[in-house]
């Protein structure tokens, strides 16, 4: 009992900083708010379906993923985002159309059903209850992911100068730092968190055009509960919004899981306005 | 002689006037060559079109071979196609412009319970005749509406008998959308397996974008059920069956569902996830049947498509037949004479035997208990002949009272 609870937490915890990671960082980092984060994420899932049917082994199809939804990315940041920095209601707009846009083309070009791919991947059987071997090998990819980026972050000249930039974008440019080069890489980044995690969902909810529709709506809560700083404030927000629907789904249900942490987002949102890191002035 | 324009337009409308006067072309034999028209109201894009994209083809098929063989009445039936991108304000506006504007005699289509909600009293309001060409959750009772989709009754009595008489599985745990198909369906589940002398362990509602079934899996096995019923519906809770089998796994607790394979899931989900899945159902591919048979390479010639073909097509197929004979029955295509003729219409079609049902509008037949295999198809196990639409016979009398057009909801 105790350990299924603590499992389903961790999963869930897993889950929400998977999907909400890459969101994190384009809107710490840049402020801007990718409305088509969830469309990225379904064009990485459709990649890795895509590469596992050409037969390649599931980890190289992630980072086929990752990296094809990281160059789209940067495609977009050139083509879209750059003309529209410093105004969020544009790129909100403009990435909202973007989104319906990949929808239609997906939609068109691989049609509405699911795709799945057959990865087997067995359970394991602990105190009478089976668990998918699989949720641990996303558990690890996601705390992985978190992990790199901090690392990439503190312990890399890339990272000094993206957090320079990220801090006081005149005062880096005026030391020489590239300032379309950093936004540039940042969102390219940000992308291929977003395909990488659309890639790992595909074995549990397969590849549609709709992917990114049932994930998006949460990422953003926890985006918003998280506050300014991408990390911090993903692994908080996360922690917390994965300890309630963990347990209150396993105890009670999955609507009142979704509701408890409905009604959690709402009361943090009126006693911390700018989310759990809106009061740090420095950190990741 | 010269024409001044004013005198050319007086001229000219009162021709047109005069030429689209339905009666005065009747009266000259002229209305012969008039096509009939069927507007076909459905989901091409959106979310929704997994369950429309074949029934679409399937409608334009039947249209198609009620043309090639002479058509309807003497006259050709003309069909028009309006995408209601899974939006209902599209159907509300496209059901509209078909009264309007295109003058249908019939309308078909709408997928969602709450896209016929939409459509039914604009139908009512034109005084038109709807074929809503669906599995529901029953209830309608609306003299301008059709049904030839299963309603809960007809379709859960069946599998809850298979699974708890013949399979003895009589401890079951319940799953289901949460909204009303689902919310009603797990209530006729209950009642069911109740009164074949089975238990329902627990019932759980999943709002329609849950993709996480990890909470309910593990309470599913702290519950130990003899098998887990589903009423799931979507593209979200697709999710459930490939992470059930990831985990329990059919061997360990065996599945039963309702609306699987509505959205052709089985031709789509991996194999291990398909097989051993139990399925009530009014068609599949893989009935030994002739008329299945025909159907199926009918619709794949015509669709130019080889893939699974499914209930959904079928439907859409099977609405349109019903409809046209209900039209030869009362040898009139205007919408209150095609009410008045729908008791007892039957039409053999590719599921077996379809009978108007005119206390209520709905459909008897026969049901199919199937069960998925590693084609990504259904093999058959068992057939119920000729079941009727019993939960809405019980609340619906539409022979005494001919002017109902409420939904009701089953009491249980």
Redesign the interface.
């Known amino acids: 009992?105790i350990a299924?609870t603590l499992?389903?937490i961790i999963?869930?915890i897993s889950?929400l900083m998977l999907v909400s990671l890459g969101l994190a960082i384009i809107f710490g980092m840049m402020k801007v708010i990718n409305l088509a984060h969830g469309e990225f994420m379904m064009l990485g899932a459709y990649a890795c379906v895509l590469c596992v049917n050409a037969g390649a082994p599931l980890w190289l199809a992630f980072a086929a993923a990752a990296l094809a939804v990281g160059l789209f990315g940067i495609v977009v940041e050139r083509l879209i985002i750059r003309f529209l920095y410093g105004r969020i209601v544009d790129t909100l707009l403009a990435t909202w159309g973007l989104s319906l846009f990949l929808v239609?083309l997906v939609?068109t070009v691989f049609g509405?059903?699911?795709?799945?791919?057959?990865a087997?991947?067995?359970?394991v059987s602990f105190g009478?209850?089976?668990?998918?071997?699989?949720?641990f090998v996303l558990i690890a990819i996601s705390i992985g992911m978190v992990v790199v980026t901090w690392l990439i972050a503190r312990l890399t000249t890339v990272g000094l100068i993206v957090r320079g930039t990220m801090q006081d974008a005149t005062v880096a440019s005026g030391l020489g730092v590239n300032r379309n080069l950093v936004y540039m890489g940042t969102f390219g980044y940000g992308a291929a968190l977003a395909g990488l995690a659309g890639a790992v969902l595909v074995?549990?909810?397969?590849a549609?055009?709709?992917l990114g529709?049932?994930?998006v709506?949460k990422a953003f809560i926890n985006v918003i509960i998280g506050g300014h700083l991408p990390l911090i404030g993903t692994i908080a927000a996360s922690s917390l919004f994965g300890t309630i629907d963990?347990f209150v789904?396993?105890v009670w249900?999955?609507?009142v899981?979704?509701v408890s942490v409905l009604i959690v987002a709402v009361i943090l949102l009126r006693l911390l306005p700018l989310g759990i890191t809106g009061r740090l002035r420095s950190g990741l | 002689m010269t024409l001044s324009r004013r005198q050319f337009f007086r001229t000219a409308s009162g021709a047109v006037a005069f030429a689209s006067s339905y009666g005065v072309l009747a009266k000259a034999g002229l209305a012969q060559g008039n096509p009939i028209k069927v507007a076909n109201i459905l989901d091409a894009?959106g979310?929704l079109?997994?369950y429309c994209?074949k029934q679409i083809k399937a409608t334009a098929m039947a249209i198609d071979e009620i043309n090639k063989a002479g058509g309807l009445l003497g006259r050709p039936v003309e069909l028009i196609f309006y995408d209601s991108q899974s939006n209902n304000q599209f159907n509300s506006q496209y059901a509209t412009q078909a009264f309007v504007r295109d003058k249908v005699d019939v309308l078909i289509g709408g997928v969602t319970s709450s896209s016929r909600e939409v459509m039914r009293p604009i139908v009512q309001r034109f005084k038109g005749f709807y074929v809503y060409n669906a599995l529901y959750e029953g209830g309608v009772c609306d003299r301008r509406h059709m049904c030839p989709g299963l309603v809960p009754a007809q379709q859960v009595a069946p599998l809850v008998d298979y699974v708890v008489n013949e399979k003895g599985l009589k401890k079951g745990y319940i799953l289901a959308a949460?909204y009303n198909y689902g919310q009603i369906t797990a209530k006729w589940m209950q009642k069911f397996i109740r009164e074949k002398g089975g238990e329902d362990l627990a019932v759980?509602?999943?709002?329609l974008?849950?993709?996480?079934?990890?909470?309910?899996i593990?309470?599913i096995?702290?519950a130990k059920p003899d098998v887990v019923w589903s009423a799931l519906v979507g593209?979200?809770h697709?999710?459930f069956f490939?992470?059930y089998q990831?985990?329990?796994?059919k061997d360990?607790i065996p599945l039963a569902a309702t609306t699987y394979g509505l959205?052709?899931?089985n031709?789509?989900?991996?194999?291990?996830?398909n097989e051993g899945i139990m399925i009530a159902t009014s068609f599949i591919d893989a009935l030994p049947t002739e008329a299945a048979k025909s159907f199926v390479e009918r619709f794949k010639a015509f669709s130019g498509e080889d893939e699974y073909v499914g209930e959904y097509a079928e439907y859409g197929y099977r609405g349109t037949m019903l409809w046209a004979e209900i039209v030869k029955k009362a040898n009139s295509v205007a919408p209150d004479d095609v009410m008045a003729a729908v008791d007892g219409v039957t039409f053999d079609g590719a599921g077996g035997r379809y009978t108007m049902d005119g206390q209520t509008n709905h459909v008897i037949m026969d049901v199919h208990i199937a069960v998925g295999n590693r084609e990504g198809s259904f093999d058959l196990l068992k057939s119920f002949s000729q079941q009727p639409p019993a939960d809405t016979q019980a609340v619906c009398n539409l022979f005494e009272n001919p002017n109902d057009t409420k939904q009701y909801e089953p009491e249980l």
């Open positions: 009992m299924t499992y389903l999963y869930s889950l239609g939609t509405p059903q699911a795709w799945s791919i057959s087997r991947f067995g359970n009478g209850m089976n668990f998918s071997a699989y949720t074995p549990i909810t397969g549609s055009p709709s529709l049932f994930f709506a963990g789904s396993y249900s999955s609507v899981g979704e | 894009t979310g079109n997994i994209l949460d759980e509602f999943f709002p974008d849950v993709t996480n079934f990890a909470p309910v593990s309470r096995q702290s593209d979200a697709m999710s490939r992470q990831a985990t329990v796994g360990n959205g052709r899931e031709a789509t989900l991996t194999p291990d996830e």
